[in-house]
């Protein structure tokens, strides 16, 4: 790629990327065909890629914020010029539709990360300068970052991902999941039309690949989001160096509503926070507690919006869910399902796929009257499947919501916002939303807790992440 070309169509894109036949052939979820060729590197590939970026970081790491700033915000134009582009691959790559809440989101957020990540204040900071103490503290780069990331939003957590670690001098080398490797290779070559060559670098690969990642000696920090047992392997095998790590793990974000919440207001921000990417979603509602009261009427209101909602193939204009990304999790989703079903529980809606038909669709589904304690409640589904469970005291669904151990996202829905304040200060989750559910912002930290993960990404709290803190004394 030179760095003058650029990449705006989708035929132009695929063709930059495409690793012809001998690559691994990545198909269409909806529909099966065949979407591109990815190449496939091996672990030597890695480890000279992790060479090259050593050397490239210095230079990178010489220019001041404000040069990096300039390369990141003309980054993000190339990503806003080639975002049909960029929405196309990914849509026909992931699944997910180019509308609603789908690829064109993904393709915009891509830029708009780019440039707030280049918005944030991180200025020297004087911890104490009394007269005869004089310390500051400054961020300096880590040198090599490695990003390793999952299928669901591959684009977008990729970004999360570098734009932060490029900001504060770092080089990174970004290791897509095996899933979605098409589209974080197209996204990259359209950043690097714009940045010097070698600061970034793509690496496609399985799990050995991600693996020699977190042991290479030479990387500085893992940048690692996906499922809490790779969380768990990658924190082992980066103790030997003594990596630095931001872990951004599963969940099963409970929802709780409270009694005096109305169920027609609060149904489609609740179908939104539950079914976004077809529940393929980190910060996804995953379990949703109803008060008693007034669960007819949430249950109710939710199956009326939710049949409404078109599941089709991505790249077809009017569907605002997809497929699942792939077989694996189309089973999980399908196993947890036929478990509920089996339990006695009541299908408001879906539950019957149809095995036949092309693609992994799996259709929208709501189970009600199912106990707290079945799979389909305990464990992550990570699918279009909510389980709404009754509740008639409000500390059984704050002690139901807190029983886990995973605490990413969480949500209170009330008509009192003073009350649902106090619900959700109770909640184990690193971020409780109040009548909403799952949206993310490049301005605030986001992150979990319990085995979650550790660290925070956006905001200024995010920007330190990808920095060392250095004390200057005297
Ligand atoms: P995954 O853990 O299977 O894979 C993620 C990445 O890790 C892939 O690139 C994979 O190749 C790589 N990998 C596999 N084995 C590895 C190893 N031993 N060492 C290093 N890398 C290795 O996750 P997934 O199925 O792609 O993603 C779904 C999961 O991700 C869900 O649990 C979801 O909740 C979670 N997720 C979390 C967030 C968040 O921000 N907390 C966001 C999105 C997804």
Redesign the pocket.
Known sequence: MTQTQTLNTYADLLAAIDAGESGRAIHDPATGELVGHAPEHTVDDLHRAVDTAVEKQRDWAKLTDAERCEYLNRAADAVEAAGEALAELVSREQGKPLNGPGARFEAGACATWLRVTCSHDLSEETVVDDGETRAVVNYRPIGVVGA??????PMM?TV?QIAPALRMGNAVVV?????TPLSVLGLVEVLNTVLPEGVLQVVV???????A??TNEQVGK?M????????R??AE?SAASVKRLT?????NDAGIVLEDADPREIAENLFWGAFINTG????ALKRLYVHDSIYDAVCEELTKLAEQMPMGVGMDEQNVLGPLQNQ??FDIVDRLVKEAKASGAKVLLGGDPDYDAPGYFFPTTLIADIDADNPLVVE?Q?GPALPIVRYTDVEEAIAQANKLNVG?GASVWSADLERAREVAARIEAGTVWINSHGGVDPRVP???IKQ??YGV?FGVAGLKGLGVPQVING
């Open positions: 390793i990331g999952p299928w669901n939003w957590i999360w290791k897509p999941s095996e899933y690969g399985g799990g050995d690949v991600g693996a990642l977190s893992i690692f989001t996906g499922s809490t047992a790779t969380g392997k990658i095998s872990l951004e793990l599963g969940g393929q979603t980190c910060a694996m999790q992550e990570f990413l986001f992150g979990g979650s993960g990404e």
